[in-house]
């Protein structure tokens, strides 16, 4: 069983260049999100998707999009990248969208944006 | 937005000793969450609570809900060296949307 995969692993960006990061699980899990962990913030939401279709911004969501044309995968972009967006990104999902549901975390995408 | 505050930032410990750690929040919650994050992976949910006063185990760890709902805290008994990584706590911000805390660190030392 795979549950949450992440793509890539890490990555270094020239800035002003575009990257998607992608995420795929296969648990067949309603809800999915976007996070960045930077050292003394902890995790930040960026987007969620409650469903298939649908999508929300969360707390940080500037410079950032993402897309839900189906219920495994959840990209997150970034269309022309900047320094401050250097972080590690966790994706994540949960079976629905009950804040009782736990979410299940991707093993992270360390991006550098130089 | 909002932040929780946990404490202490970082511990270091002898392996065998028991660990508090807290986070604190300036608004109600009515849900916490605990996660562990090892090194180089994504973070696990470790105990959920629901219940101002609730107190609830999962094998050497004991979470507890704050009775004003703006605090938890998570104690772990006699650790050991895979205990090491950071401990976030979570509030929703709504419904399926959390905060998390700004971590702590645990190292244990055999």
């Known amino acids: 069983i795979a549950g949450i995969t992440q793509a890539p692993t890490s990555q270094i960006l020239a800035a002003g260049r575009r990257m998607t990061l992608r995420c795929t699980q296969d648990m067949r899990h309603n809800a999915m999100y976007w996070y960045r962990q930077d050292l003394g913030l902890g995790l930040r939401l960026i987007h969620y998707s409650n469903t298939a279709g649908t999508t929300g911004k969360g707390e940080v969501p500037d410079g950032y999009s993402v897309s839900r044309a189906n219920t495994d995968d959840f990209p997150l972009t970034l269309a022309s990248a900047v320094p401050s967006q250097t972080s590690v990104y966790f994706c994540?999902?949960?079976?629905?969208?009950?804040?009782?549901?736990?979410?299940?975390f991707g093993p992270g995408t360390r991006l550098t944006v130089l | 937005g909002q932040q929780l505050n946990q404490s202490p930032q970082s511990m270091f410990i002898q392996e065998g000793e028991d660990v508090s750690m807290n986070c604190t929040s300036s608004?109600?919650?009515?849900?916490w969450l605990w996660y562990k994050q090892d090194p180089g992976e994504g973070p696990v949910l470790l105990i959920a609570l629901y219940k101002a006063g609730e107190l609830t185990s999962n094998g050497r760890l004991t979470a507890q809900f704050g009775i004003t709902r703006k605090d938890s805290f998570l104690n772990i008994s006699a650790s050991i060296p895979s205990d090491v990584g950071i401990y976030f706590c979570a509030g929703p911000v709504a419904g399926n949307q959390f905060y998390f805390g700004t971590g702590t660190s645990l190292t244990v030392i055999p």
């Open positions: 608004s109600i919650f009515n849900t």
């Open positions: 994540a999902s949960s079976a629905t969208r009950a804040g009782t549901d736990t979410q299940y």
